[in-house]
């Protein structure tokens, strides 16, 4: 008995996106079902940011993006996170001026669920404990591996069915590089997909369900993260072999 299809949570079909007259992401197509991690490597330049950015409406884009079935391609970005697509940028992106609370709080000013709120701030906390003890102190006085801790964090208090992590490991010791995966894999254990963009390659396919090698702005490889762990033109270009 053939086992039933994954539902697609988020589909992507002939994507594009120009630069200044330059074409950064040449026709590119994946899926990402439900419940899943799935994550796109390549090296630097490939166009790996430039999909985050398209998904969440931050760059214009040619092509189609449906999440859920429902077309973004004209919602305006603030719009695309109420339905439910979190976004952790490149770079972390936090208010170095506010407290790690008022950085969460931040992200819940869609919700209209008011009454959860605190019981999402429990469950961030329970996520990073280091958080919860710093929690009235300045984002911008976090260690690197706090302030992608309190990225992924505040992306969680706005309820992303989707969570769009981009390149979560830079820049950040290998202890801490091991703690973030594996909140990664709780993050996806408790119902939440995600799309992860990330250049340690070999972190990456070892926690992915599926994956996707993007080079020079188009996929060239696709298979399960465990597929091309040994795919010799992975191991030789990402991993190292």
């Known amino acids: 008995m053939s086992k039933p299809s994954p539902e697609i949570q988020l589909d992507v079909r002939d994507l594009e996106v120009h630069y200044d007259g330059i074409r950064a992401l040449h026709g590119v197509s994946f899926s990402v079902p439900k419940g899943e991690i799935v994550t796109l490597i390549g090296a630097n330049g490939a166009g790996k940011t430039s999909i985050l950015r398209a998904i969440s409406g931050l760059t214009p884009c040619t092509g189609a993006i449906a999440f859920e079935g429902q077309d973004l391609r004209r919602v305006p970005a603030h719009r695309i996170v109420g339905l439910g697509i979190a976004h952790v940028p490149e770079g972390r992106g936090i208010f170095g001026n506010l407290t790690v609370q008022e950085n969460l709080q931040l992200a819940t000013w869609q919700r209209t669920d008011k009454g959860e709120i ?12 280091r958080l919860r003890e710093r929690r009235e102190q300045p984002g911008g006085t976090l260690s690197g591996g706090e302030q992608q801790m309190l990225a992924v964090g505040r992306a969680l208090m706005s309820r992303g069915r989707l969570l769009l992590l981009d390149e979560p490991s830079m820049g950040l010791a290998p202890r801490l590089v091991r703690e973030i995966f594996r909140i990664i894999v709780d993050i996806n254990q408790t119902g939440v997909t995600v799309l992860l963009v990330e250049q340690n390659a070999n972190m990456a396919l070892h926690i992915a369900a599926r994956a996707y090698v993007l080079e020079t702005g188009a996929i060239t490889l696709a298979g399960t993260g465990q597929e091309l762990l040994g795919d010799p033109r992975v191991k030789e270009a990402y991993l190292g072999a």
Not at 120 to 129: E, M, N, Q, W
């Open 118 to 129: 605190n019981a999402d701030y429990d469950r961030v906390f329970g996520l990073f404990p």
